[in-house]
């Protein structure tokens, strides 16, 4: 029997049902008088207060949240904690934004202090912004990934990371090689791999950043650690694409890069897939790898608009997550992230509904990462990790859920409207993390 533990109140939502098969608005739970109880790091029950009170029993502490909405902590498939410092950089495209923002600032996390310090204001900064997990890429210095984790473990927050492998076009001062790059994962993975809430990401950084036998390096170590994660970008840009071609001959195209290194398959996330040939959409549904979509990253470095009604709705469908692709993204909000979600859609006559946005933001985004029975919603069994989301955080957003009718209206004004003065506190295995 659970610890008394403690229970939220406030207008509980929670996922029934894909909204991607079903109608949206029937794929979503919602109370308006509902609450969680937590204990023992995990959520014992969901639904109405009265059952949900009843059930704790008298000696559950209580919190009463109000109107806000109690919502699973958002997760963000796709971020690089090193390149807060290159967010809100001017004027380029994806190489030369490499080569100008990202290897300079990349190169100063050799410090393990300053690699500290940049992980744990990335952190705190998630969960300002309500974001409780995300698939992150550090640099290519191990101990990037030791200051990384030692600061998720921490904050008790479920996160998943691993050293980026890069041993060819890359600055000197970046790059590893194949052996080092392999023994140095190794280790990281022996160190971190499920101690505690954290998670081994397998990350060579792209394709052109590696050599074949780095890739085949990757490839064993996920043959090794299969219940690892891998993740790398693809398709994101179209000079990117020509230069694949031109370093990997062989390939039928940038995907089949990754496929004959053994990296494709569930627990494989690659971030953009902007520009995807036919081959390569039904090779990623077939395989069950996943995509990190990452709308400001790819609006901000004029990378194209991402086809998610055709990925997601194929027959078989991709497993798509929202990402917010910091530093190339311009935000850590999830819901500046969906709104730009919802822009890119409507280009292509798409309207995104809210609660699918959310869903690509929760339960997608934990589905990409294999960890959606964990985390990305609120059910018995889950972990505790949610999020208090005021409703009317700025005038702006007071006066249009004023005149909402459904509780679509409401989310739908936090995903245009929001940001992150809409998080009113933030839990995580059940204990406070964040209060605004
Ligand atoms: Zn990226």
């Known amino acids: 029997m659970a610890a008394p533990g403690v229970v939220l109140k406030g207008q509980t939502i929670r996922f029934v049902a894909d909204p991607f098969a079903v109608p949206p608005d029937d794929a979503l739970a919602h109370e308006a008088k509902g609450a969680v109880w937590m204990a023992a790091g995990r959520i014992q029950a969901v639904g109405p207060a009265a059952e949900v009170l009843a059930a704790a029993g008298p000696d559950a502490e209580v919190v009463d949240h109000g109107d806000a909405i109690l919502a699973p902590g958002f997760v963000d498939c796709h971020v690089h904690y090193p390149q807060l410092a290159a967010i809100a950089s001017y004027g380029t495209q994806l190489l030369e934004w490499l080569e100008t ?21 990335f952190l705190d900064e998630c969960l300002r912004n309500g974001t409780t997990t995300a698939c992150v890429y550090p640099t290519s210095h191990p101990g990037s990934v030791d200051s990384f984790f030692e600061a998720a473990t921490a904050r008790g927050m479920r996160m998943a990371c691993g050293k980026v492998l890069m ?24 160190r971190w791999h499920g101690a505690g809430r954290n998670v081994y990401a397998i ?5 052109p950043t590696s050599t074949e036998a780095q890739m085949a390096a990757a490839g064993a170590l996920w043959r090794e650690h299969p219940d690892a994660l891998v993740q790398s970008h693809l398709s994101e840009n179209t000079d990117e694409i020509a230069w694949v071609r031109d370093l990997f001959p062989d390939a039928a195209d940038y995907f089949d890069v990754y496929e004959r290194f053994g990296l494709a398959g569930p627990g494989a996330i690659y971030g953009h897939g902007v520009h995807l040939t036919p081959r390569e959409r039904a090779a990623i549904a077939e395989t069950g790898t996943a995509i990190a979509h990452c709308p400001t990253s790819n609006l901000f470095i004029g990378s194209g608009l991402f086809d998610l009604k055709g990925l997601r709705t194929a027959a078989p469908a991709v497993e798509v997550g929202l990402a917010t692709d910091v530093g190339g993204g311009t935000s850590l909000s999830m819901f500046k992230t969906m709104r730009a979600a919802y822009e890119v859609a409507q280009l292509s006559g798409f309207n995104l509904h809210p609660v699918q946005a959310w869903h690509l933001a929760t339960v997608g985004a934990a589905r990409a990462m294999r960890m959606a029975d964990r985390v990305g919603d609120l059910a018995p069994g889950m972990e505790a990790d949610v999020v208090a989301i005021d409703p009317a955080s700025t005038p702006m957003i007071a006066q249009r859920v004023a005149a909402a009718e459904s509780i679509r209206d409401v989310l739908f004004a936090q995903i245009v409207l929001g940001d992150d003065r809409a998080i009113a506190a933030a839990y995580v295995g059940g204990e406070r993390a964040y209060t605004r």
């Open 167 to 190: 041993d060819r076009n890359a600055p000197s001062f970046l790059r590893d090689d194949a052996q080092s790059g392999y023994d140095d994962s190794k280790a990281l993975i022996a």
């Open 203 to 207: 990350t060579p950084r792209f394709a």
């Open 101 to 121: 923002y990202t290897f300079p600032a990349e190169r100063r996390f050799e410090d393990p202090v300053h690699a500290r310090a940049g992980a744990e204001f």
